[in-house]
């Protein structure tokens, strides 16, 4: 039963990939709605503003318009169904969702909230379920290496979050209810006064979960003042703070019915920004406080709650001369956009089980991004990365982009990436059974791509595909030693072989579909096992409408994805979700509207072990009504 419902959904996304990619004009209307553009526009691959069509590396974009339809709880709800990205889910509503850009580990993926680095300084990754969609006006994903503008644990990628803005006066409030005794509340408030803007959400969340010992209980704050200083210059302040307390079930060979761990975190983010007509600066200045408690009295040598306390901060800058030359402007024909910045910080970690251990690091960059043709740009980027515990990191990277025709355009690029061991990985006391390792040294990549970009010049019509390459030597990886003692060591080699193809299409005004597909051979070169699955289908379709004489909205949404050739023989798996959200307007005056939705997460009710031993749950229900005021 299993391989003919894998059979029709892989055929059904093959064709549907073919319709959009040869359909361009079919369905169309006169009034078409313009989602992307060959003027949208991406700060992530190279630090300042640039067009999504000449970037020199392979970027995605999810508006604040995709993430509503999607009604995501967290950033990893909103990002498993990207191309080349794998969510590592151990099932339950507050068990940890870590991330994989093209078979990369989590801790090589660099995280980053308005400017600031949000990776664990002790564990080096981040929990994607810590983090509210609520708060996101926009995510950019880098797929590939990036050391060479953000250093360390940008060996996989990077995510760029950027945290909603305040506007004109507005306000809503939303509460939704589901079943395992789901309950969710969100506030939010923006407004503006003279030269201030401000934005403020709160989020409370509660859950049993599906099993024992899987509640999760949270509340989420994050508030945004922006100055207008000038025309030309902006300053932000951006408070979060989240406080999740969860069961830990365990795995279904080890259960821990009594387990639980409480996070708690504060941030605050300074941003200064500065837009003269040829030229940019942006400083950011942060603090980052995370506090996690666990606690288990059934585990072997119990001695009490384990605590971790990790502080970071630090302060970043850059600068872009855009129209730079390197001499005579006017005997130069074609310009230069040179950018360079650099950053400081100082991270420190008190941990029961680590003891204290604190760093100091710091780099330095510059790019010149060269328009050597009409249609022909080349990117030179060079970072040097310092920090206390290892040598210095230079990691370099070279990219071009040509324009083949007005809406097709080639990329390619060359890159050196670096991943830096963190403190679990040095410092874990030694028991005679497991321990750290203070000898250890960081993993090294070169990385490879080249990519076809299409968009059409009415927006409608986005597709791409990217091929690339990933060596990785001196991988970190925990195994026993001569000693019988599990502990990490640079033993691991893996090459990383990979094809994507993006695709959206707007058929009217009504219908949106985009679809896409990974395949990823990541060969751990030592032993030669697989280490990731080779195939990723992921499909989503939306359509919206508007009704009656207030035109009140009504949107649907359907996402997903199918996951196949997995390593051990393991069996594919599907996961979708429908939602559907419908306004309703409250007498004759078309601003005063109540939104009702419905979702429904993993309606086929799959629960595969994306980790062994820790199967997902799964079908859950959500209804909401929300208001403006």
Known sequence: MFKKTFFFITLTITLLILLCSLTNNVFASENEIIIFSLEEIIVIASKYPERLFDSPASVEVINEEQI???????LASILKNIAGVEITDYGTPGDIKAISIRGSSPEQVLVMIDGQVANGVQTGKIDLGLIPADMIEKIEIYRGSASALYGANALGGVINIITKKGGKKEGTLSIHYGNYHTQKYNVSYQDRIDDYTYFLTGEYFKTEGSKENSQLEK?????????????????????????????????????SPNAWQNDRTFSMNINWQKTEEDRDYNIVAWYDFHKLSYDNPDEWGYDGTSIHKNNSSGISFDTTYYDFTFGNKKESAYTHTLTWGGDISYNWTDSTDIGKHQNLQGAVFIQDAWQIKEKLSATAGLR?????LFAGQLNPRIGLNYRLQDELSLHMSVSRAYRAPNYNDLYWPEDGFVGGNVNLLPEIAWAYEAGMRFINKKGDTQAELNLFRKNVKDLINWAADSDGIWRPSNIGTARVDGLEFITRKDFNNHLTANLNYTFLNAIDLESGTQL??????????????QFGKNNDDFVINLDGYLVAGRPDNQEAYYLFDINAARDFSLGKDKNKKVNLSFSVKNIFNQKPELVSGYPIQGRTYLLGISTRF
Do not use: C, W
Request: glycine content about 6%; overall charge negative.
């Open 68 to 74: 509503f339809n999607t009604k995501a709880e967290n």
């Open 219 to 255: 509340l989420s704050f994050m508030s945004r003042v922006s100055k207008e200083i000038d025309s030309q210059t902006e300053l932000d302040l951006i408070i979060r703070f989240n406080d999740h307390q969860r069961g830990i079930p365990g795995s279904l060979d080890f259960p």
């Open 384 to 388: 040097y990365d310092y920090n206390q």
């Open 532 to 545: 990731k699955p080779k195939h990723k289908y992921g499909i989503g379709l939306t359509y919206s409408d």
